[in-house]
Every structure is written in structure tokens, then in C-alpha cells.
């Protein structure tokens, strides 16, 4: 109880000689500000404004400095973040700016020249889509029966993307595409279909029954193209009048269900023809199996297609326009993430060789990452430039700082990966016993570099406790993948 007392009593006389140091200041900075008044206002009056600007300019600075330091901000977006309604201009720019970055845009630009050659051609092209074995490449054989199409009563026998001319009654040219089934083991097929599909004036899905969940999941993304989407429900042979009637219902209800809306005529129900096996019992009481050819029934597709081109909506090109403008946009966000991965590497490299070098060079090897400051500054800074992340300097201060108290708890470990990453290199003698710490440095500051990358990717910008976080949780594993490269480095320079 007594020393509480004598706790209290002391913070009570702290408070009072705050107190008496605040009223002393005050006093004091009254009596200077009103004296430097009087001898402004007696002197020439271009002293008193001189005087004025400069303290105005001085405080503007300091506010400044201190929005510089503490204010958040703008974050610029990431490129992968496609606009609703991206323009020809809007994608023409941004593939100048990267390919001036230097970033590799021929991909993006192939799909511009793409759109340029299909305008210049003057067709409606239609594409068939759907899972395997639905019969898309049967319907284009009876659209076009002297066509070469390719049909396999396997299924799956498209595994490319095919091109048949089609006039309709109008005598409008039509170009049918027929695209690899998705579903299949090939994801990278299902890529193919997808970004054809973009490039089409219309998507006519097929299926041969209700949809299947991947197939709901590729109708959403279809969707997402906003172009004019027909339903055809192929082999509905199968089906009595009032099953087909129930289950092309259900087709609507699950492009309902997805957010999509359909119109009743643009679902669909045919039969396109072919040959398929049927097992038939003899008199005997034996089967056997015969193949038997099965007529097309396709009329109602033939109409749709029609009624759509006739349609006087939103004219189709500019709708398969900003489909191939946002499929260009994808092209040009995957060629960028590569560039920053690269240029990512570039950057950890040169700051893990420069700090592999001070840690050489230090007379004793310690145990703060940051021996030079302005290593891991600056590498921070570039990396989140590649990023287009604009943090504060607290940020950058802070995200180090965190990750120099996980250094002492990694330490241990990146000695001891050093030592076997040095121990792969024969007839080191001594040389090792130099390196050792340069290693573990050089691995830690590896470390801190990709897990900064990890965090950047993600994030869009720099969290520094999220990063921080990634550093120490994968350590470990950027040790040991980065040892043997490290160790050489070292070597390298120690042998020079």
C-alpha cells in the first residue's frame, strides 16, 4: 500500500512539472513570436512578407513530409483487373505501355490482329460449344453435310479448333467453329474451346440431357462474354414430346440460376442424325448388334439461328469486340505477371549478391538481416514498384523491422542449411569456414525478398504484418531451394 502511494504522489509531481514546463514554453514562445512581430511591423513591409512566405512555405513542407509519412497511399491497380467495358483504345495503350515496359505482348497483339482479320472477312461466325461426345461436330456435319467433319463414335475426336463455311437460307455466309469438348483430361482443350468462343459472334452450347454441374460452371462463364448464347438439347430423339418439354424447362431454370437470362426460343431441341450401334434380338433369341443411321432433325436450330441474326439488338460484332478485347486484356495480364516474375528474380538476386558481399566483408558476422539498411530498402522498394504498390515509408520501415525479430529464430536453421549447401561443393578447406555466414545471410535476405513477392501478388500491396507473416512462414522452404545457388555465389565472390 505504501509503495502505491508513493506511485501516485510521484506521477501527481511528474504531472505538475509537465505542467510548469508547458506553461513555461508557451510564455516563452509568446514573448518570441510577439517580439519578432513588433520589429517585423517596424521594419520595410518586403521583410515582413518575406518573412511570412517563408514560414508558410516551411509549414507546407512539413505537412507534406508528414502526408508522405503517415497517409496511405493510392494504390494503383493491378493490370489483371479488366474493365466491364475495355475499349480498343483502352487495350491498344496498355500494350504499348508494356511492351515499353518490356513486357512480351505478342501474344495480346496476336488476338487484335485475330479480331482484324475476321471483321475484314465479314462472316458471322458461330461456335459450337459443350462438354465431349455431345454431338457438336454431328451438327455441323448435318448444317454442312458435304463438309469434311470429323466424327468418331468414341467421342472427343475434335482436338482442335476447326472452320466450315455455312450459307443459310438468306444467303448470309456463316462460319462454323467447332471446338475440343470440355470436360476431358486436357484442361488445357477446355482453354482453347473457352477462348474461341470469345471470338465468335455466337455460342450455341450443346448437351444431350440436363446440365451437369461443370456444365452450369461453363455456362457462367460464358455469360460473362456477353454475347448471344443458344441452348440446343442434341440426340432428343431419346426423349418422348413431354420429357423434352420437362427437361428444356430445366435448361432455362439453370441459366436462371446462374444470373443469366434466355429467351424461350433460344433453347432448342435436335437431333443430329448419324449412325449409332443398336442391339436387336433375333428370332432365335439371340442379339446382335447392328448400326443403324438416324435422320437429322435440325429445323428448329436453323430458325433460331436465323431469328438471332435478325434480331435488332446490340449488333454482334461490337459485343464479340469487347469479348476479344477483355480475351486480349487476359493475354496481356498473364504476360505482365510473367515480367514481374522475372524481373522479380532479377531484383532478389542482385540485392541477395549485395548483401552476400557486406556480409563478407563484415569483420563479425551478425545476426540483423538488415546490416545494410539500404539493401533492404531499396530491394523493397523496387519490388513494389514492379507491383504497382505505392507504400508509405513507415510501411517499408515497419515490414523490415517485423521481419529482423523472425531473423533471430531463423538463424539456427539458415547456418545449418549452409553448411550442408557448402558441403556439396568438394575441396573447400577452409574457404568454407568464411562462407558459412555469408551463406546464411544470403539466404535469409533470399527469403525475404520472394516472400515480399508471395505477399505482393496477392495483397496488390505492401501489408507489412501480412509479409512479414509470409517470411517467416516460408523460410524454411525458400532456404532450402535457393542453398546451392547461394553457396556458389558466395564461393564466387570469395574466390575473387
Known amino acids: 500500500m505504501k509503495l502505491d502511494r508513493f506511485i501516485r504522489i510521484a506521477i501527481a509531481v511528474a504531472v505538475a512539472l509537465v505542467f510548469v514546463i508547458a506553461i513555461g514554453a508557451l510564455l516563452f514562445i509568446s514573448e518570441s513570436a510577439l517580439n519578432v512581430w513588433d520589429r517585423l511591423k517596424a521594419g520595410p513591409p518586403a521583410l515582413l512578407y518575406a518573412y511570412m512566405a517563408i514560414m508558410l512555405l516551411l509549414a507546407v513542407t512539413a505537412l507534406w513530409l508528414i502526408w508522405r509519412l503517415v497517409v496511405r497511399r493510392k494504390i494503383t491497380p493491378a493490370r489483371s483487373a479488366t474493365p466491364a467495358l475495355l475499349s480498343k483504345k483502352d487495350i491498344e495503350g496498355r500494350i504499348r505501355e508494356a511492351e515499353a515496359a ?3 505482348v505478342v501474344e495480346a497483339q496476336a488476338e487484335l490482329k485475330e479480331l482484324a482479320t475476321r471483321q475484314a472477312d465479314r462472316t458471322i461466325n458461330l461456335c459450337f460449344f459443350g462438354e465431349i ?11 454442312v453435310p458435304e463438309a469434311d467433319v470429323l466424327i468418331d463414335v468414341v467421342g472427343g475426336s475434335t482436338d482442335d479448333v476447326r472452320h466450315y463455311r455455312w450459307r443459310n437460307e438468306s444467303g448470309s455466309e456463316i462460319l462454323l467453329t467447332d471446338v475440343p469438348g470440355i470436360g476431358g483430361i486436357d484442361g488445357k482443350l477446355s482453354t482453347i474451346a473457352t477462348d ?9 452450347f450443346v448437351c444431350d440431357g440436363d446440365l451437369t454441374r461443370a456444365e452450369v460452371e461453363s455456362i457462367e462463364a460464358l455469360l460473362v462474354f456477353d454475347k448471344p448464347l443458344v441452348l440446343v438439347l442434341n440426340k432428343a430423339d431419346r426423349f418422348t414430346s413431354e420429357e423434352q418439354a ?3 424447362q430445366k435448361l432455362l431454370e439453370r441459366v436462371d440460376e446462374v444470373g443469366g437470362v434466355l429467351q424461350r426460343d433460344h433453347v432448342v431441341a ?3 442424325g448419324g449412325e449409332s450401334d443398336v442391339v436387336e434380338q433375333q428370332a432365335d433369341g439371340r442379339e446382335q448388334t447392328v448400326r443403324r443411321s438416324r435422320p437429322a432433325d435440325i429445323g428448329v436450330l436453323v430458325v433460331a439461328i436465323n431469328r438471332l441474326l435478325a434480331s435488332n439488338g446490340e449488333p454482334l460484332d461490337q459485343r464479340r469486340e469487347r469479348a476479344v478485347f477483355q480475351l486480349a486484356a487476359a493475354r496481356l495480364a498473364q504476360a505482365e505477371a510473367e515480367y514481374r516474375l522475372q524481373r522479380s528474380e532479377q531484383i532478389i538476386r542482385s540485392a541477395t549478391r549485395k548483401a552476400v558481399v557486406g556480409a563478407m566483408a563484415a569483420i563479425s558476422p551478425g545476426t540483423d538481416i538488415l546490416i545494410q539498411g539500404y539493401i533492404g530498402t531499396t530491394m523493397t522498394q523496387a519490388l513494389c514498384k514492379l507491383y504497382g504498390a505505392a507504400p508509405r515509408d513507415l510501411d517499408i520501415e515497419e515490414f523490415l523491422a517485423m521481419s529482423q525479430s523472425r531473423v533471430g ?5 539458415s547456418l545449418a542449411v549452409a553448411g550442408n549447401g557448402l558441403k556439396a561443393f568438394p575441396g573447400l578447406g577452409t574457404v568454407a569456414g568464411g562462407a558459412v555466414h555469408a551463406v546464411a545471410y544470403g539466404l535469409i535476405f533470399d527469403a525475404l525478398g520472394r516472400s515480399l513477392v508471395l505477399s505482393l501478388s496477392r495483397h496488390g500491396e505492401l501489408v507489412p504484418q501480412a509479409a512479414s507473416k509470409e517470411f517467416e512462414e516460408g523460410i524454411s522452404e525458400h532456404l532450402e531451394a535457393g542453398v546451392r545457388r547461394i553457396a556458389k555465389m558466395a564461393l564466387d565472390e570469395k574466390s575473387d
Open 102 to 104: 518490356g513486357v512480351n
Open 133 to 143: 461426345s455431345t454431338g457438336k461436330s454431328s451438327l455441323i456435319k448435318a448444317l
Open 270 to 272: 435436335v437431333t443430329a
Open 409 to 413: 529464430r531463423a538463424l539456427p536453421l
Open 246 to 248: 420437362t427437361l428444356m
Open 196 to 204: 474461341e468462343a470469345r471470338r465468335a459472334h455466337v455460342v450455341l
